[in-house]
């Protein structure tokens, strides 16, 4: 029996408590009809990357994303049968979100098969936009600001997004014998591929992730001037999108302090302070 639209969005919102994202407590600030959309969304970036970075045992991640991209194309113009795509499926016809997006993702995720390694900062930037920058266009259909500069801010906070993401998880990442910071980077600093796969800490490695900070403040930076040429109305919309951004922030932060330590325990914030910096933003804009 085909499962219903309802059924479906149970499933994705249950997929997405469950997961204990950061940014699963910036959801909660939504309408309850966005809130679902962006559940059904986080999902399925969730699912599609976890395809490849977690694949199940005995599972062919190459055949997984053909299997995804099936069923995408299902989305679009057929019926889906996953129970995810078929909650997909209603909120791409409701809220118009184009399938080049899910598809330029899908590519995202599918460089880490065939690349452990970025020569350059504009390679790699590539690859930000597509699993990041994306789904940040992806969520402004669901956010819903009108102006058409608000792409924008989209694009720079998720390409700030992911470069915090290679700064917290560069120790995860070595372990699975994956270097996302350029190599143009590591040479100019003095500090060698062997030596972050064996976790080795110094001065080279802190001056390395400074910099990378810096390049990652710079986007938020950008991000954040691209919302102020925002109207009114747009910066409200993208409150939720400005919670994330103060979650991730915060997470440089501590990658930034002087004691952090590279190659410790993954930087992460309590819920408690999640919570608190989301009440913070929330009541701001209210105010504002």
Request: with cysteine; charged share 25%.
């Amino acid at each position: 029996m085909t499962m219903t639209t309802a059924e479906a969005q149970a499933f994705c919102t249950d997929l997405t408590k469950k997961s204990g994202s950061n940014f699963y407590y910036s959801f909660l600030f939504l309408p309850k009809a966005r809130r679902n959309a962006m559940y059904t969304v986080y999902a399925f970036c969730k699912a599609v990357d976890s395809a490849v970075d977690e694949p199940p045992a005995g599972s062919n991640p190459k055949e997984e994303l053909r299997r995804w991209r099936s069923e995408l194309e299902l989305v679009y113009s057929g019926r889906p049968t996953w129970p995810l795509m078929i909650s997909l499926a209603h909120h791409v016809k409701q809220l118009s979100i184009p399938k080049a997006y899910f598809d330029e993702l899908i590519k995202g995720v599918e460089m880490d098969l065939s690349r452990t390694r970025y020569r350059t900062f504009e390679e790699l930037s590539l690859y930000c936009y597509r699993v990041a920058s994306i789904v940040g266009l992806i969520c402004l259909h669901i956010f819903g600001p009108t102006s058409p500069h608000a792409q924008d801010y989209a694009v720079d906070l998720g390409m700030a997004f992911q470069l915090t993401n290679i700064l917290r998880d560069l120790s995860a990442d070595a372990d699975q014998g994956r270097i996302y910071l350029p190599q143009e980077d590591l040479e100019k600093f003095g500090y060698s591929e062997t030596d972050l796969l064996k976790h080795i800490e110094g001065p080279a490695l802190h001056d390395l992730i400074r910099f990378e900070a810096t390049r990652a403040r710079n986007y938020y930076t950008k991000a954040q001037e691209a919302l102020s040429c925002l109207p009114k109305k747009d910066r409200r919309a993208l409150t939720v999108a400005e919670i994330m951004r103060a979650v991730y922030s915060r997470i440089l932060d501590r990658i930034e302090q002087a004691d952090h330590t590279v190659f410790g325990p993954r930087v992460r914030l309590s819920t408690s302070n999640r919570l608190a910096l989301a009440s913070g933003v929330w009541l701001r804009s209210k105010l504002s």
